[in-house]
């Protein structure tokens, strides 16, 4: 948590007067966002069975409840710059190895093909959804494991 102060000019009958009260911000722990889907999904789904399985539909709608209830800002790590900052809209009913998308010469693949050809990075957990970032008219589907909570600075 961050620990600091608001101040504001209030019009009162002696004139102007300045009033200061403390705050307090909650910043959110940088970690791997496969760490949140760890400790949202609980005891129930440990890491070493996350690449085992995909997860249930009501499994994916408890990530997406989460994610409504914080703001979630992410960096991805499968690019050289990677400083560019998304804002998680919610996750995908399919995993990266099911959902398909439709690239800009027509033909379809899915999230894990496009990694493994586009970056060379062989998804350790292509078993799960992806994360949606990027806006409602055109979102970008991101695999969980890319994706590292960062604090949200108002940029992404």
Not at 3 to 32: K, R
Not at 55 to 67: H, I, S
Request: with cysteine; proline share 6%; aromatic share 6%.
């Amino acid at each position: 948590a961050w620990h600091g102060y608001t101040q504001s000019l209030n019009l009162t009958q002696c004139g102007l007067t300045v009033s200061m009260d403390s705050a307090v911000i909650a910043m959110p722990v940088m970690e791997d966002l496969l760490v949140f889907v760890e400790k949202e999904l609980g005891p129930a789904l440990p890491r070493n069975a996350l690449h085992i399985r995909e997860l249930t539909a009501p499994e994916v709608q408890r990530l997406n409840d989460a994610c409504s209830r914080t703001k979630i800002t992410v960096q991805v790590n499968h690019r050289s710059n990677g400083k560019l900052r998304h804002r998680v809209r919610g996750f995908t009913p399919q995993s990266a190895a099911r959902g398909l998308f439709e690239l800009k010469d027509g033909s379809k693949t899915t999230v894990a093909q496009y990694f493994r050809e586009h970056y060379n990075k062989q998804l350790t957990y292509a078993n799960l959804p992806c994360v949606v970032v990027g806006g409602s008219k055109r979102p970008e589907w991101l695999p969980i494991e890319v994706c590292r909570i960062v604090p949200d600075t108002g940029e992404g």
